[in-house]
């Protein structure tokens, strides 16, 4: 079982940015997909970016595109989630998790690891 640990999360200003961290086991971690999901209160988790095992392609929420950054380096096992010109509404705990098999995709239950989270939080 893969143990994914997020950080970089904490409190923001609008417009601000922050910078995720999802980091694994350097043994494993380029043998699957990785994707961050993001879960507001009283909302279903959505999907924010995935990003291949190699990082060369990847994959963005049509409403953060532009705004999010998303790339990894297996030589260290990390993902980052760059956040850029934060708003209100991305308020929530962003969340890191790893498909082994196929590629990175926007389902949640296609995901065999699971991070605890990292509290966002974006002041106006």
């Known amino acids: 079982q893969e143990h994914l640990v997020e950080s970089g999360g904490g409190l923001a200003q609008a417009g601000g940015s922050l910078r995720l961290s999802c980091v694994g086991s350097?043994?494993?971690?380029?043998?699957?997909?990785v994707a961050w999901f993001r879960q507001a209160p009283g909302e279903e988790r959505e999907w924010v970016a995935s990003?291949?095992?190699?990082?060369?392609?990847?994959d963005y929420s049509d409403s953060l595109k532009g705004r999010f950054t998303i790339s990894r380096d297996n030589t260290k096992a990390t993902v980052i989630l760059q956040l850029d010109r934060l708003k209100p509404e991305d308020t929530a705990v962003y969340y890191c998790?790893?498909?082994?098999?196929?590629?990175?995709?926007?389902?949640?239950?296609?995901?065999?690891?699971w991070g605890q989270g990292t509290q966002v939080t974006v002041s106006s």
């Open positions: 350097v043994l494993t971690f380029s043998t699957y997909a």
């Open positions: 998790a790893g498909r082994r098999e196929g590629p990175g995709t926007n389902r949640a239950w296609e995901y065999d690891y």
């Open positions: 990003i291949s095992r190699s990082g060369m392609s990847t």
